[in-house]
């Protein structure tokens, strides 16, 4: 393994294979438990405890300067006003993105912190740790218990593939985006559960804001039509309607702004997103999950360092493939996790070719949700004692945080 190249293909290949583990042994039912656990006191500590690890992880970013379109941005919002608020919001991408909400969140940074690149990547930081929260509590409301979501929020929290999306200020769109969007969830979930007519309104009201922030939430719709098949009792159809006339809605405008389906355009000038091959194919269903799992900037020093951390990684989230037993819900948790990661970076498929330096893996955010809950839905299954569990997800936790500090 002397390449940046040849390393990517090594964990490339580890990650087929546990993807393909975690399929062959979950893809069956549990028909002696319930397809809830029992929620257990004290989560709110592990809430706390995935904001604290999270927050000290990532704290180094917030003294980072600016960096490449970061400059066009905040040059643009220096002479941006409120009565031309609107040309700023519309206009810095015309023809190929419609992300208003994305663009309030730039001026308001810099009308709150003008030129000190700290105070943008704080609100960054905030924001993803908002969406660890979120993950929490979508938890929380799916039923899978306080110990799988104090997991998964720990496990996102630290992902080493978040590298660009939390350091990079231009990266906001992606950030709300995901944050929104898992929120818009919680509250679709809690609607279901409590019938509160405040929680769906709440849950629309974070979906406009996703789909304004990003186009990727767009699938907001299909993950909760997921959920009602494959997780939740007495299904309902009627509450999914509001987000799919949302959806058709927001899309036929967002066509109209941008004149047709926007996005980049290949070298024949036709969008991008509508080229679909082969490629495509090994961008959503090997590249974008592989670098999701074991997503490191292999052109970065030290190498060796860096290859021991995803080597002793890739043992043991492999034997977590290979030692979780099929839990609560059987393959249909597993299946919800799987459809997540792979809907949620299909938008981006031109770009998923994620290559040794982790370009553009800022689009993997919002599927590392689905990745998340995946790793703690697995240490949860482990058939070992709680405490041997807990020190497999001490070894994860330790691991990933390293491959933050190297990415």
């Known amino acids: 393994m002397r390449t940046a190249r040849a390393r990517l293909n090594v964990m490339q290949v580890v990650s087929v294979l546990f993807y393909l583990l975690v399929i062959l042994r979950q893809a069956k039912t549990n028909p002696h438990e319930h397809g809830e656990q029992t929620k257990t006191s004290g989560g709110r500590l592990g809430l706390l405890l995935a904001l604290a690890v999270g927050a000290a992880a990532w704290l180094s970013v917030i003294w980072l300067g600016f960096i490449s379109d970061d400059f066009v941005f905040i040059s643009a919002v220096r002479h941006t006003g409120l009565s031309n608020l609107w040309k700023f919001l519309g206009g810095q991408q015309p023809g190929i993105f419609f992300r208003p909400v994305g663009f309030v969140m730039i001026f308001l940074d810099y009308h709150l912190w003008g030129q000190w690149p700290a105070g943008y990547h704080a609100t960054n930081l905030l924001i993803h740790l908002l969406t660890v929260a979120g993950l929490f509590f979508l938890c929380e409301e799916l039923g899978f218990g306080t110990e799988v979501a104090a997991t998964a929020s720990l496990s996102f929290a630290i992902l080493p ?10 990266s906001r769109f992606d950030l709300l985006s995901a944050c929104f969007s898992v929120w818009a969830i919680v509250f679709y979930l ?114 060796f360092a860096i290859s021991m951390v995803a080597s002793l990684t890739a043992a043991v989230l492999v034997a977590l493939a290979l030692g979780a037993g099929v839990g609560p819900g059987g393959w249909k948790r597993t299946a919800f996790c799987a459809s997540w990661i ?45 405490r041997i569990r807990r020190a497999t997800a001490a070894a994860l936790v330790l691991l990933l945080t390293l491959g933050v500090i190297h990415n």
């Open 342 to 386: 792979a809907l949620t970076i299909a938008p981006a498929h031109p770009l998923l070719l994620i290559g040794a330096g982790l370009p553009n893996s800022r689009i993997l955010y919002l599927g590392s949700v689905g990745l998340a809950l995946l790793i703690a839905l697995l240490l949860a299954g482990l058939s070992a004692a709680t």
């Open 190 to 303: 809690r609607f279901r559960h409590q019938g509160a007519k405040g929680a769906y309104i709440a849950a629309l009201v974070f979906f406009l804001l996703a789909a304004l922030s990003k186009e990727n939430a767009y699938v907001v719709p299909i993950l909760l039509i997921l959920a009602e098949h494959l997780l939740l009792p007495n299904r309902r159809v009627r509450p999914l309607l509001g987000f799919v006339s949302l959806a058709i809605a927001l899309f036929c405008y967002r066509w109209i702004v941008l004149g047709g389906i926007g996005g980049y355009s290949d070298s024949q000038g036709q969008p991008a997103t509508l080229q679909l091959g082969s490629k495509t194919f090994e961008g959503v269903f090997i590249r974008g999950p592989a670098q999701l799992l074991l997503g490191y900037n292999w052109l970065q020093p030290p190498v």
């Open 161 to 170: 593939i978040h590298a660009e999306a939390v350091t990079w200020m231009v």
